[in-house]
């Protein structure tokens, strides 16, 4: 039996062997580097897959409804979903190549362990999606290179952008950032369902709005102290009930909700509404000094300049002669000819 399973598996890869090599064009290498380096294209499809699953586990994507019918919203505007998949799928593939040709610069190398982190990260999600992937032509050795893109990035960025990196970011800049993007907020969240998972009646609905109001005006005229509320939801918290005394994450003011919170001023209060779920939020001043702030630096940082420092790495990659993307792949593999409707999308049913 072992023997019929063996052989069977070595057919599937000749057969994926001979669909990557269709007309007579090479299609298994989404980008070279000279003789010796190759990027699998594997990587660029298991990219759409990763940022398939994002944007659906978000909200952004309906995930069993065909992406061609689909549009993203980035940035305040509709972008269609199978371009825009692909669009940020090749811009992985030469920041890739870009990391590799300024790491070999910087005589940056991944370390065994990292690279055995890679490695495990990749089975894990081998692993949790098999059929989809091997369905979609992704090996787990592409998804390897996926990790290993993620964690030699890390590596770059921290050398050029941090503490003692070659371009580091003070403090100064740092908090500017944060100011100008960032929240901290109490909040109290209350989904439209029961807790057996039913859903609210309208007469329930407009009972709860009506709790809210209340506690709002209470909280308003400094009857109820805000922050007491949120931590006794926060202890009590259900799937679809829960609260938190400080809560600080970036808030995009393109768009409605985010022109609500940081349009308020410290202590002022304001709703945010769906058709699922009621939150009453108020805005507290940010804390640079909170133990958890300064844990979060490296993350805050990574989110202020890693956009710019990917953009570096496409220019670099682009602008190397050393360097080629195989368009043919690209078109072949475009997000519009996978199906990722089966893969596994964690729940995430808090409002944020």
Do not use: H
């Amino acid at each position: 039996m072992k023997i019929l399973k063996k052989a069977a598996a070595m057919i599937a890869a000749a057969s994926l062997a001979i669909s990557l090599s269709a007309c007579g064009k090479d299609v298994s290498w989404a980008a070279k580097i000279g003789k010796d380096t190759t990027v699998p294209i594997g990587m660029y499809i298991y990219t759409q897959a990763s940022n398939f699953r994002t944007y659906a586990q978000n909200g952004m994507l309906n995930a069993s409804t065909s992406l061609e019918k689909q549009t993203v919203k980035v940035s305040d505007s509709d972008k269609k979903a199978t371009e825009y998949l692909d669009k940020e799928a090749v811009k992985t593939v030469k920041a890739y190549a870009g990391a590799l040709l300024l790491a070999k610069e910087m005589k940056i190398e991944l370390t065994d362990e990292e690279t055995e982190q890679a490695n495990s990260s990749a089975k894990e999600q081998y692993d949790t999606d098999k059929e989809v992937y091997e369905k979609n032509g992704v090996a787990q050795s592409s998804i390897t290179e996926y990790y290993k893109n993620l964690s030699l990035q890390s590596k770059l960025f921290t050398a050029i952008y941090g503490v003692d990196g070659t371009k580091p970011v003070s403090d100064k800049e740092l908090k500017k950032y944060i100011s100008e993007n960032y929240a901290t907020i109490s909040y109290i969240q209350q989904s439209f369902f029961n807790e057996d998972g039913t859903a609210m009646s309208d007469e329930q609905k407009t009972k709860i709005k009506k709790q809210y109001e209340k506690m709002k005006k209470q909280a308003e005229s400094g009857k109820l102290k805000f922050t007491d509320k949120c931590k006794e939801f926060n202890e009590k918290a259900t799937t679809y009930k829960n609260g938190s005394e400080k809560y600080t994450t970036a808030w995009d003011d393109s768009t409605d909700d985010g022109k609500k919170i940081m349009g308020l001023k410290p202590g002022e209060l304001t709703f945010l509404e769906t058709d699922s779920a009621i939150v009453l939020v108020q805005k507290q001043k940010i804390d640079y000094n909170d133990a958890g702030m300064k844990d979060s630096r490296d993350v805050l940082l990574m989110r202020y300049k890693f956009s710019d420092f990917t953009k570096e790495l496409v220019s670099k990659a682009e602008g190397d002669k050393s360097v080629s993307f195989n368009q043919d792949a690209f078109d072949k593999f475009g997000s519009a000819t996978r199906d990722f409707t089966n893969l596994s999308i964690p729940s995430n049913y808090n409002y944020y």
